[in-house]
């Protein structure tokens, strides 16, 4: 027996693409249906939404890790770990927290010194782009918007990554506000801050 997970449910795509990049595709058995990169992962069942699963189908596929993001997927978690899954779930908000959970996810399939390389370039370009970006002038605002209805501003990851590419956020208050309910805007707040 594997002392690492070779049959592992993603219940979001971040996880999926994650593991295809690393090389370890092949671990992956089921995914979100809003899974789309990359495209031989659309090949393998679709097994959940974002806040709904297919329990049975998850059960059938025998995983011996469920992954999952967000505390929206809480009450999936609970329900596959009544049903005698090996669940973690992510929470992260931040680009550090998203580097964090790439090194785990890495680590989890025995690849963490790739993780690390990975990492380690991905670090060194958003460096160079932060340093290319931060003598701007003329800074664009930038709205972002996560959900239509209701209108959801972005997530601080997000808003994090605008900055990074020299843009401001137009809701920066909103932007570390970790739940989505936290960051709805009234229709004309998009228009009224970019002015």
């Given amino acids: 027996m594997s002392r690492y997970p070779t049959r592992i449910v993603c219940l979001t795509e971040e996880t999926t693409e994650t593991l295809y990049l690393l ?5 992956v058995v089921g995914v979100s249906g809003y899974t789309v990169r990359p495209p031989e992962a659309r090949r393998k069942p679709r097994v959940s939404a974002f ?10 596929l025998k995983p011996d890790l469920v992954l999952g993001f967000s505390d929206l997927q809480a009450d999936l978690a609970s329900t596959l770990v009544k049903r ?7 929470n992260q908000r931040s680009v550090d927290d998203i ?8 680590a989890m399939v025995d690849q963490a010194d790739a993780g690390k ?3 380690d370039q991905m670090q060194a370009e958003i460096q160079r782009i932060k340093h ?4 701007w002038r003329r800074r664009p605002k930038v709205y972002f918007e996560e959900w239509d209805e209701p209108r ?5 990851w997000v808003s994090e990554l605008m900055a990074i590419a020299g843009g401001d956020d137009v809701f920066p208050e909103l932007a570390c506000q970790p739940m ?3 960051r709805i805007l009234a229709d004309d707040g998009p228009i009224l801050r970019a002015a």
């Fill in 23 to 27: 090389g370890e595709g092949d671990r």
């Fill in 152 to 156: 959801i501003s972005a997530i601080r």
């Fill in 99 to 106: 580097c964090s959970v790439l090194f785990q996810v890495a």
């Fill in 51 to 60: 806040i709904s699963a297919k329990f049975d189908q998850i059960d059938a």
């Fill in 117 to 119: 390389k990975w990492l």
């Fill in 132 to 135: 290319t970006t931060q003598g």
């Fill in 180 to 182: 989505g309910k936290d």
């Fill in 84 to 90: 005698g899954h090996t669940v973690v779930v992510f």
